[in-house]
């Protein structure tokens, strides 16, 4: 990325594909046969959108599979079935909590718009890149309002 003048680097992801500098955020997204490179300044961004979307599948499969192994247990001479049943349940259950999936959307006022979706990454970071946008464009907004006065 070439930077433009007096820009600098705030925070960027881990593979370093979404990029917020003190003027634009950047996605440069691609592999060998797609890519994608959506750039957005700071003061077109118009509405940050998170959504986290999770799988209550796991924990009613894990409920039941646990419930199942202990009535399978209760009634049968082997309970070693009934065991790997539970257990079993306990791992499908544990797995709610891990596989949620956060997707965030970056408006510009009337252009493109950054997606990108995440899992494994906690809530709170996402929040915490939000919170850094919303800062920098303040920051910005004020710069450019300084500049503005001072034309007057």
């Given at each position: ?6 820009e600098s680097v705030i925070t960027a992801s881990n593979d370093n594909a979404v990029t917020l500098t003190t003027h634009r955020i950047r996605a440069n ?33 894990g409920f039941f599979l646990v419930v199942a192994g202990a009535a399978f247990s209760q009634n ?77």
């Open positions: 990325m070439n930077f433009l003048k007096d997204f691609g592999n060998n046969r797609d890519s994608s490179l959506v750039s957005i300044m700071l003061e077109h961004v118009s509405s940050i959108q998170l959504t986290t979307r999770s799988y209550p599948i796991f924990l009613g499969i049968s001479y082997n309970q070693s079935g009934g065991e790997g049943l539970i257990v079993a349940g306990v791992i499908v259950a544990i797995l709610y909590f891990f596989v949620k999936q956060h997707t965030c959307v970056i408006n510009s006022d009337g252009g493109a718009k950054i997606v990108f979706t995440t899992s494994g990454m906690k809530r709170e970071q996402l929040l915490t890149f939000i919170d850094k946008i919303e800062e920098a464009q303040s920051i910005r907004a004020n710069l450019s309002n300084k500049g503005a006065a001072l034309i007057v």
